[in-house]
Every structure is written in structure tokens, then in C-alpha cells.
């Protein structure tokens, strides 16, 4: 991940298809590694998309399958190709949203700033395949304190948030398209967060932060949604539909927005 700015999990994260000449190179070289663990389970994932119900297309059977590295874990993964398996892992998903409904939520682009709740919030949306592509944004390194929250480990500790939320998709679902911006939001990487996305997940504990997302979300017309553990309240402003209405519903002024950086706690 390159400091200073969005970076995406491809020098982490690496998907080899044997058939391309110098990924079979680098899965021979990484199987050959004694200090590298190899899981291949695939017999048992063909076997499960078989048998799903109602038949999947013959494409998705035939389509080959991919061996998934992931270096933070020294691990190389044999898993079914990107379509079969978003087919496999999202089966049990039809009873709730129906195959339409995926197809069209995992076009979403949705960013998540602050990533100690929204760890939570961007796992959950990419394990019910409610997104196609994810931007998570957090400055902050996890600490023990932390743990009361997170659902990280002691292994992850001083790691960045969004790194180790970025991670834990990446082993739920390797195949989901993922950046992460390490800095957290400055003037200089604000704007370029925003642009593009259709919905914008803020869970940050910063007010001036949270004042100037909702105002570059308001300047790009995009939805802005919080969830906060204190008293269970959601907050949505629709900047989509009401690009006129006033950031965090007019409880603040224009001028007193610029007051707010560096305030305490209390």
C-alpha cells in the first residue's frame, strides 16, 4: 500500500491463474517454498457447486480455478475461479436478496471512513456481497484498547485499521475489489475519495472530519450514512436527492464547522 494515497491490495494480495505462463511460475516457486502453507480444498468446492440448486450454468463449472496468495499469512489457496465463486459463497444469500438484487448491490461503490466501527460495517457488506468495490479510509493503528470493538487479534496490533479490515475481507473474499487509503482523509485526498462512489459510510470520532466529508459528499451528490453504538442511532442524509440540505441537518453552521478541529472530547 502506498502511503499518501488510495492503493489497492494487488502488492498483498496475488491471484495466479496457472494457465498464464509466469503466474504457474510463481505458484510452482511458492508450492516449492517450505515456508509457505498450501490449502487445497478445491475437489470439495466443485463438489458444493455441482450441487447447488437450481444447476449452475455449465460456464461456471467449466471456469478455471485460481490459487490465491496471501503473504501476511506465508499461504497459497486453491479457490474456484471469480465467477463460480461468488456463485458458491453467496448461495445462501437467495432466500434474503434475490439474484437480481445481488447482481445489481454488487455494482456498488462504497467508501468507509473510520475504520474501528466501520470495520464491522464494510466485513458485513462484503460478506453479503452488497458491494463491488469498497474504499476504506483510517490514519489510525490498532491498539489494545481497541479490542473492546474491533474484531482483530493481538496479531494485528500497530497494524493500520484499514489494512487489517482490507485484510480480513481479502481472506473472505479474495476476488473483491478493495483500496485502502492508510493516511485517513486530508484536503489533499478528500476529494479524490469521494469522486465515483454511491454511497459513503462515515464512522469517524473526529467532528471537524466528519463535517467535511458531508460536505465534499454534498458537493458530489452522494448519500452519506452513520450508525453509532449510542443508542443505537442511524443517521442518513440524502445529498443525492437533497443536494441543497445542510450537513449533519443543519445542527451546525457554515462558520461553525471551521471551529471544530482540535476540540476535546468533552
Known sequence: MTAGGLSDLADHVRILDVGIDADRAVVDRLSADPGVALIDRLDHQRDSLRRLVPPPDPALTDESPRWVYYPWRRTLIHVLGPQSFRRLRLDRNRNMITAAEQDRL???RIGVVGL???????HTLAAEGLVGRLLLADYDDLELSNLNRVPATVFDLGE???????RRIAELDPYLDVEVLPTGLTDDTLTDFVVGLDILIEETDSL?????VRRAARAARIPVVMATSDRGMVDVERFDLEPDRPVLHGLLTEADIGH???LSSR
Not at 116 to 122: E, F, N, R, T
Not at 160 to 166: E, G, M, R, V
Not at 208 to 212: E, G, L, R, Y
Request: charged fraction near 10%.
Open 116 to 122: 474501528s466501527v466501520g470495520h464491522v460495517i464494510a
Open 260 to 262: 471544530l478541529a482540535g
Open 160 to 166: 493500520n485499521k484499514a489494512t487489517i479490515a482490507a
Open 106 to 108: 454488487g455494482q456498488l
Open 208 to 212: 471537524d472530519i466528519k463535517a467535511t
